[in-house]
């Protein structure tokens, strides 16, 4: 198995997040155009439900695994990696299948006490038979992960995406004429066909490799097969709990986000109805454009997992603190101008993407905060390859209580409503990037360099000046192409500002200009 170095193996899966991203934006924008915000709302409703039984199954399991085999890896016990991969699977199997049970008994339950659209009963039903399918791609691309080869992940990615793109509007079209409810089932049932095609695209991978690990690891010796199982249980567990127990906050807050805020904009005197589409509008709209930059900030931090603990375990601190430097610095330069158009484009955009303007004060009151959603995943990343999950959760506990308690709080109030809730998620995001920022500080003595963030600022500044000047000037143009003109100028006065600030330097260029050669050479 083919093996690539910390860069490859990010612009490998920064190529495939990209693609996936900007595939998944197809169903974004034709979605509610075909079943409404308020079918989004539907939709979106069993997400949060979905995000904490799959955070039960998988959790930490996969950055486990991850570990575990990156650890057997640099050892070359291929014997030892097979073991872990399995025991693995059985473990998050064994998991789901309790979970799926219990979610299809208490669907009807579920939907008529916790949330006040019982219209969400379908949807809940229909997104039971991801739970297994999950737990399983969850586990192999933490196996692929480990190995340090992210071509198995970044294609079955983008096979799911695309079999979901087809699936969801296929499904939620055929289902429309029974109702928004049905159409919203539809949804997530083409979601299920995507997540079972990733999954064998991931099985069929692992199937062409392992007969040649396998005969490797006929000649190795190790302990007893039972002695070795219960000692990489073990370990499985003892790192994922924590991971698990980190992520379980955050899910945590997401589902009783969900319900906080359909109950605080009932207290505030909106309809059920509208209140599901102010949901939609937030979650299935303004959310996914938000999270469109990271893909990068993703494959920056699954790639930095394998990376740093490796380097952990070398003791070379002086390669911790570059990995370290070079994610954050990525993640910062690249999300800024990204931030710019939200912020100063956030009009056009909703309208060319959902044929809706007054959903953009949502977009406008976000984007000031994306560039610290960018900066969260590698430094959570960090703390968990480091073996520091424990701040993670800590971290994240104390921003989802501040979050959940400003969203009773002002979600509640009539002049508000749904800005509350969106005003709770941009504190909690500064609170808990800062927060994490904070304990890598302590933990690795890290910290970033002020003198990058001063730079892309200025940048980003000259970038918001000059796409504002240039819409305003395109403004007899049709909508698109002002849209496109003023982005592009934005780009443009963005990449001049890098380069006169020197925030990319010459060896980040010749990175940029070497691409090609280094996704086919061997590190």
């Avoid at 008529?112 to 969400?120: G, I, N």
């Avoid at 990733?198 to 010796?221: D, F, N």
């Avoid at 709080?409 to 809730?421: D, H, T, V, Y």
Wanted: aromatic fraction near 6%; proline fraction near 4%; include cysteine.
């Amino acid at each position: 198995m083919t093996k690539q170095s910390f860069i490859k193996g990010t612009m490998i899966l920064l190529a495939a997040g990209i693609i996936n991203r900007i595939l998944g934006f197809i169903p974004r924008i034709t979605l509610p155009r075909v079943i409404g915000a308020e079918g989004v709302g539907l939709y979106q409703m069993g997400w949060p439900f979905l995000i904490v039984i799959l955070t039960f199954v998988t959790g930490g399991i996969p950055l486990a695994v991850a570990k575990l085999v990156a650890e057997a890896e640099a050892e070359h016990n291929y014997r030892r990696s097979i073991r872990i991969l399995k025991l693995a699977l059985a473990l998050s199997l064994s998991i789901a299948g309790v979970f799926t049970i219990v979610c299809v008994a208490g669907a009807k339950w579920i939907t008529s006490h916790l949330l006040t659209d019982e219209r969400v009963y379908f949807t809940f039903l229909c997104m039971s038979p991801i739970i297994p399918l999950i737990a399983v791609s969850a586990v192999l691309r933490g196996y692929f992960q480990g190995k340090q080869n992210m071509i198995p992940t970044a294609t079955s990615q983008t096979i799911e995406t695309l079999v979901r793109i087809v699936m969801v509007l296929a499904c939620s079209f055929a289902l429309l004429p029974y109702g928004i409810a049905w159409a919203a089932a539809g949804a997530m049932i083409g979601v299920t066909v995507g997540e079972a095609a990733g999954m064998l695209v991931l099985l069929l991978h692992y199937r062409r490799q392992s007969g040649k690990e396998r005969s490797v690891s006929q000649v190795q010796i190790g302990t007893s097969a039972r002695q070795g199982r219960l000692l990489h249980l073990r370990r499985l567990i003892k790192i994922s709990l924590p991971i698990t127990a980190s992520r379980l906050a955050g899910a945590g807050s997401y589902l009783l986000e969900s319900i906080l805020i359909a109950h605080s904009l009932a207290a505030a005197g909106i309809a059920t109805a509208v209140a599901t589409a102010q949901y939609g509008a937030l979650q299935g709209m303004i959310i996914p454009i938000i999270l469109l930059p990271s893909a990068l900030t993703s494959s920056l931090s699954v790639s930095l997992v394998p990376s740093l603990s490796e380097a952990a375990a070398r003791k070379d601190i002086q390669m911790i603190h570059k990995r370290m430097h070079q994610s954050l610095r990525l993640a910062l330069v690249t999300g800024g101008p990204f931030a710019v158009i939200m912020f100063v484009l956030a009009e056009p955009l909703c309208q060319l993407m959902y044929g809706q303007t007054d959903i953009a004060v949502m977009l406008k009151m976000l984007a000031p905060v994306a560039i610290f959603i960018y900066l969260q995943a590698p430094l959570q990343a960090a703390l968990q390859a480091l073996d520091k999950p424990g701040s993670a959760l800590v971290n994240t506990l104390i921003g989802s209580l501040v979050k959940l308690l400003l969203i009773v709080w002002l979600a509640s109030k009539p002049e508000f409503g749904i800005l509350g809730a969106v005003m709770a998620s941009c504190v909690n995001v500064v609170l808990v990037t800062l927060l994490h920022g904070l304990s890598v500080l302590r933990h690795l003595k890290f910290t970033m360099r002020g003198i990058d963030i001063a730079k892309v600022t200025a940048a980003m500044t000259a970038a918001s000046v000059c796409c504002l000047a240039v819409y305003r000037a395109a403004a007899d143009q049709p909508l698109w192409l002002g849209f496109l003109i003023a982005s592009a100028a934005a780009m443009t006065a963005y990449m001049i500002g890098v380069t006169i600030l020197r925030i990319v330097n010459r060896s980040d260029l010749a990175r940029v200009l070497t691409l090609g050669r280094r996704l086919i050479r061997k590190p």
